[in-house]
């Protein structure tokens, strides 16, 4: 259960929420331009654009669940489960393991056009990273300056749609999801427009009446239709701080709250952390469930010529600032 999001103002910003029952020690990790990528079938990449996002690291390989590269191309992965259907391998393809697809792509692509040409001879295949940590189902969000991207592993191929409104959530597939978001093109943020009887004066007795049918609970699809109406009708001033601000109040819009969504043996799923990137700047933010001031990396504070991957720890103990 998770939401990505791409979003405007005089730079471009792209994040998510990580919407888990768990985490697995994650760090802002920056991987500089000659780290090795080794690749499971395809060649090693030894030279490439940095690297910076959020990213479990095992056996010294950056597993990332959201970054952006140096170049201002963004790309997350998101919980797809029941419908993400992973080849086995094929000749004549290039084939990657989910885990490899984002620093697959991020390694080697400045743009989404740059993105859909690597994509289209492109096959993700079922490979577990390690026995410990098995194959997930995903399907994926890919941003730049200009436009969004949504990729799904489903059946014969990967399926690569435009994505106009910039969100993504999990099941069901993202058509759907689409044409799901046309049930609510009625809601509005201006007040309410009496169309239900005109012969009748309606009092107009709180504000937001124009978005009543927007959904309120925690599903994929609820989700989606909330952030597409949060982002699409976000004002925000220009400034660096303002713009943050406003977006991690997007995400904020589709947080999970610790006991609102329960699994078995009463395990409560939260929002682990949420995260922004400008795609100008280089910059990572992020705040955790426990923590709510925001904290950044830039990913030019370090030698990016370097070969060794930097990492530095979220804060995930609350931060309370006394006035008196």
């Known amino acids: 259960m998770c ?8 730079d471009h910003y792209f994040g998510r929420n990580l919407d888990l029952e768990y985490s697995y020690n994650e760090k802002i990790t920056i991987t500089p331009r ?17 690297i910076i996002g959020m990213a479990h ?17 963004a790309m997350a992965g998101l919980n797809f489960p029941a419908n993400a259907i992973y ?18 792509i991020l390694s ?23 026995p410990t940590l098995q194959v997930t189902p995903l399907h994926f969000m890919i941003t730049d300056k200009d436009k969004s991207i949504t990729v799904e592993p489903i059946g014969d191929g990967l399926k690569v749609y435009d994505n106009p409104v910039g969100v993504l959530t999990n ?6 999801q689409m044409t799901y978001l046309s049930n609510f093109s009625g809601v509005s943020p201006y007040p309410a427009i009496n169309r239900i009887c005109d012969n009748v004066t309606l009092p107009d007795y709180s504000r937001g009446l124009g978005g009543i049918g927007l959904p309120g609970d925690l599903s994929s699809s609820s989700r989606f239709v909330r952030a597409v109406f949060t982002k699409t009708n976000s004002v925000s001033p220009e400034t660096e701080k303002d713009s943050v601000n406003q977006f991690f109040h997007i995400l904020s819009s589709v947080e999970q709250q610790r006991g609102a969504v329960r699994l078995e043996d009463n395990i409560n799923v939260i929002t ?33 010529e370097d070969s060794e991957l930097s990492t530095f720890s979220p804060i995930y103990e609350e931060d309370v600032l006394f006035l008196n």
């Not at 099941?171 to 759907?176: A, G, K, L, T």
Request: hydrophobic share 35%; aromatic share 16%.
């Open 57 to 73: 690291i095992s056996d010294n390989y950056p597993l990332y669940y959201d970054a952006i590269n140096e170049e201002g191309l």
């Open 34 to 50: 000659r780290f090795p990528f080794m690749f499971r079938y395809e060649k090693s990449i030894f030279n490439h654009y940095a």
């Open 171 to 176: 099941n069901p597939p993202f058509d759907y």
């Open 272 to 304: 682990v952390y949420s995260s922004c990137c400008n795609l100008e700047k280089g910059i990572y933010y992020v705040k955790t469930y426990n923590n709510h001031r925001i904290s950044a990396v830039d990913i030019h504070n370090v030698n990016l």
């Open 108 to 130: 080697q692509c400045k743009t989404i056009d740059e993105a859909k040409r690597l994509l289209e001879r492109s096959s993700l295949i079922k490979e577990n990273f390690s």
């Open 87 to 104: 080849n086995n391998y094929k000749e004549n393809c290039s084939n990657i393991a989910p885990f490899e697809l984002i620093p697959w």
């Open 3 to 10: 939401t990505a999001v791409a979003f405007a103002t005089k």
